[in-house]
């Protein structure tokens, strides 16, 4: 029986995590955790073989924030995770655990383009764009040292998640092929990945008890209307891509501000390498800020 601790309760990769692993219930224990105040740190987290850390504050607009907001970014993504687990390996006092953190491809910066294919691999270097993805990226430089031949530390960076419930840009996709009649039908390459296949790739971790970088993602890249397209099908509507129009929105890629900065989002591509997949946890050179 494998003991199981998500660190972080009511979250949506924790609480699809939970559900996906009641299939599996003869052989793992899960349990859940609640971040919020302090009470947490009385709680003896030795018992488990792996903790699973999701607490965080999701990526929102961060054009537009106070200072006092990116501070909480950094209490809450970055902190947080290095004092859990900090509070996990001083509680397995030598034991063996294992510490899976959800950090995400935010850490490479948020640059895409319609125009211009962008592809992460084994080389590219984390340099993020906004405090967002700079408090994801020093949660991994506090936690990289505490690897250690006991306690293992597994960071993972996963692409857009997607899937029923899907938070964050997931639903804008949603919200859109729910409304529109027609879209435009723009190749582009995204890589992302379905919250199952998250699901299965977090239980191998703990199957394997290993520590390392991740990178899942899914094996085959999304196209931006399709999936918008897939969406529209999925709730019994039709939605008309077209084409003839092309043209003209790869221009408004080059536009300056807003315009160009939401075509790009839409439509920009950004993958990982097909046979990136993993780097070692004390192999990456980063420094902090």
Known sequence: MKRVLITGANSYIGTSFEKYMYQF????QIDTLDMHGDLWKESDLSQYDSVFHVAGIAHADVSKV???????????????????????????AGKSGQFIYMSSIIIYGEETSINKKRVITARTKPN???????????AEIGLQPLASKNFHVAILRPPMIYGDEGKGNYQQLVKLANKLPLFPNIKNERS????????????????????????????EYVRT???VRDIARKNGKNIYLFSWMNW???????VPGRIGRLT????????????????DVKSENVNGK
Not at 198 to 206: G, M, P, Q
């Open 264 to 279: 790009n989002k839409a439509f920009g591509n950004l993958v990982y390498e097909k046979n990136f997949s993993r780097l």
């Open 25 to 28: 219930e003869a052989g793992y």
């Open 66 to 92: 106070s200072d006092e907001v990116k501070r909480l970014y950094y209490q809450v993504n970055a902190e947080l995770a290095i004092e859990t687990a900090r509070k996990y390996k001083d509680d397995l």
């Open 225 to 227: 209307s399709y999936m």
């Open 248 to 254: 003209s929105i790869r221009l408004l890629g080059y």
């Open 192 to 219: 992302m990945l379905h919250i199952d296949s998250l699901c299965s790739f977090v239980k191998e971790r703990i199957d394997m008890h290993d520590s390392g970088i991740f990178s899942p993602q899914d094996s």
């Open 128 to 138: 993020p764009s906004n405090f967002y993805g700079d408090s994801k990226l020093q």
